[in-house]
């Protein structure tokens, strides 16, 4: 048995042919959906990159109990687990969160891995001179940040040269080297097409775009500021970059017909989240409520065991999902801790795996859905408090945590998860200095419940008790399946 898996970060259901978008070109991912099941209800879990790929390990929610982070020694990888029971696992990557403090015990897990540098402000090649000259740009990152980027950027001549494109030319050469092999799983993941929306020419010029005089490719997390032209342009780069994506799809796909591996290899094609192009009036994701936009994914697979291609399925599927998915392909054991179900039935005939689900931020509001309704919890109180993060790994996204959030931790109690141990609890909120993650929640965090079946584009909040209740039941007894801290049921509001 073989499996695949193609991830990208920032995918957005809405911006895809088979999602029912008539404009964006992605001939790949509509020739994907005749090939596999395509799932019309699958949601995020934890948010945002890491919390994501925390739950495509461990199987079981991370935003209850800890922010972004790295694995922790108590949770079970699936990828280490294959790799245990005699399956290689190989990792092609170049999201560059992996290299980071923040996310540094992942890419161990896996039998081989590879990374291809340059996305973002990711590190990579110095200009201790400064002699890189970024262009005229209305893009907000200025400071040393965005310069990395555009240092890096100047390393991309051709279209060869793109993180992406190397990302996906590795894979390649895996597959070219291996197919006649049994028994790997193929983990090929690439940071596009998030935000910055660096695309070569000829994927702009698909959407025939007008250069706006100054770059505009990187928005920020908040709400829509600029001239709506700049908005238009900006959704247009996003379709480009989704068309490169979709290129580089079909490559995989030319190889999956090349070499017949349809007859005994898994594909999965997913992401950790969307984001918010306009919608709402905001740009990007964390800074809002998880609105549809970002929460529903798009998500599709191929079993060679059900042979199901060109069909829907309706189950509320998640992320915590597909590790089981993996193992139970693959005829290894699941650990207890993981909650994720193996969506093996669920790709023959739409058997659900679950009632509702759960999916938010660390500190956000927690939400739930049950496939019809989206139910979103906010903070009780103005402070947003109390809050902890429990982990023996204290590291944020680039570094560890400063030593004034660690001068009043006390230990917590074992969860269930954390085979007996006992973790660091660490108060948010109660430091000092620039990188103070503020108490306080905004007015857009608060309650709201919405009908997404009558009101997918969620303009229209309900005042319904009755499925107030009934989504407010499935939240805290999904809390409570996941042994969340006590006090996040205080913050909520909530009998625990």
Known sequence: MKAIMVMYDSLNRHMLPPY????????????????????????????????ARRELHTGRYNFLHRSWGPLEPFDDSMPRILKTNDVHTHL???HYHYWED??????????????????????????VGRTTKAPNSLNPHKGKWGYQDWVNRSYAKDEADYPQSKTFRMAEEFLHANHQADNWWLHVETFDPHEPYQVP??????????????????????????????????RLVNAALISMC??????????????????????????????LLGEHGWWGKMAMPHWQEIAHTPLFVWDPR??????????????????????EYFGVDRPG???????????????????????????QQVNVTDGRYVYMRGPATEMN??????????????????????????????????KGCRTMKIPVGNTKGPTKRPNRCPDHMRNLLYDVQNDPAQQHPLEDAKAEKTMIDHLVDLMHHNDAPPEQFERLGLNS
């Not at 978008?21 to 890491?50: E, H, K």
């Not at 992942?106 to 110095?126: C, F, L, M, V």
């Not at 790709?347 to 689900?357: E, F, I």
């Open 385 to 418: 408090s109390p809050l902890f993060e429990y982990t023996h790994m204290p590291t944020h996204m680039r570094g560890a945590f400063r030593v004034e959030e660690l001068q009043d931790i006390s230990l917590a109690e074992p969860f269930s998860f954390t």
């Open 201 to 234: 020419l000829k994927y702009q010029q698909m959407y025939q775009m007008k250069h706006p005089g100054e770059y505009f490719d990187w928005p920020t997390y908040t709400k829509i500021w600029e001239d709506p032209k700049l908005t238009d342009h900006l």
């Open 246 to 275: 979709d290129a580089n799809l079909g490559k995989i796909l030319d190889l999956m017909d090349q070499y017949d591996l349809w007859k005994d290899t898994m594909l999965i094609v997913n992401t950790d989240h969307g984001f």
């Open 306 to 327: 059900s042979s199901v291609a060109g069909q829907r399925r309706n189950s509320l599927v998640q992320m915590i999902d597909l590790p089981a998915t993996l193992l």
């Open 102 to 127: 923040g996310g540094c015990t992942y890419h161990p897990r896996y039998s081989t891995w590879e990374i291809s540098r340059g996305q973002e402000g990711d590190p990579w090649k110095a200009d």
């Open 92 to 94: 092609i990557s170049d």
């Open 337 to 363: 801790d993981m909650q994720g179900s193996p969506l093996r039935q669920t790709v023959a005939d739409d058997t659900p795996v679950r009632q509702a689900g759960l999916f938010g931020a660390f500190g």
């Open 20 to 51: 029912g978008c008539d404009w964006v070109i992605a001939s790949n991912f509509q020739r994907l959906a005749r090939r596999s099941a395509t799932f019309d209800n699958c949601y995020v879990g934890s948010m945002p990159c890491m919390p």
